[in-house]
């Protein structure tokens, strides 16, 4: 997988560097960190990476959901949902997104390198 180009979308820089620093341990290429939905648009018609990590409160008009409502119809890009929210409300819109995975914070650098591997397998085996 080295090499496969992911977006973070997080409005905590903090955060944001960590699963960074995450990614490129795990070989892949960070194309950029966006902190709201329309800084991560233009990152996706920038840079079409692969997958992108989506937190679902973010800063700007667009919260995570919505952002990658506009990402789905536009591109097909997959989607992984990275959160602390849990509740049915944001979880039933998230599925209307059909994303890769909906992760909860805090989750482990094992099952962050898991779920990603298992969503770019995925879109390799939809792609056959």
């Known amino acids: ?38 800084a991560a648009l233009a990152l996706v018609i920038e840079h079409q990476p692969e997958l992108i990590l989506m937190d679902i409160v973010i800063e700007g008009s667009m919260d995570g959901i919505e952002t990658a409502q506009k ?4 591109f097909g890009i997959p989607v992984i949902f ?4 849990s509740d049915e409300k944001n979880l039933r819109r998230a599925k209307f997104t059909d994303p890769s995975a909906y ?6 650098e094992r099952e962050l390198e898991i779920t990603i591997e298992l969503a770019l397998h995925r879109v390799q085996m939809s792609n056959r």
């Open 1 to 38: 997988m080295n090499g496969t180009g992911i977006l973070i979308v997080e409005d905590e820089v903090l955060i944001a560097m960590g699963i960074q620093q995450k990614l490129e341990k795990f070989g892949y290429h960070v194309v950029g960190i966006a902190s709201s939905g329309e």
């Open 82 to 85: 990275l959160t602390a929210y």
């Open 103 to 108: 992760l909860l914070k805090p989750y482990s």
């Open 71 to 74: 990402i789905q119809e536009q």
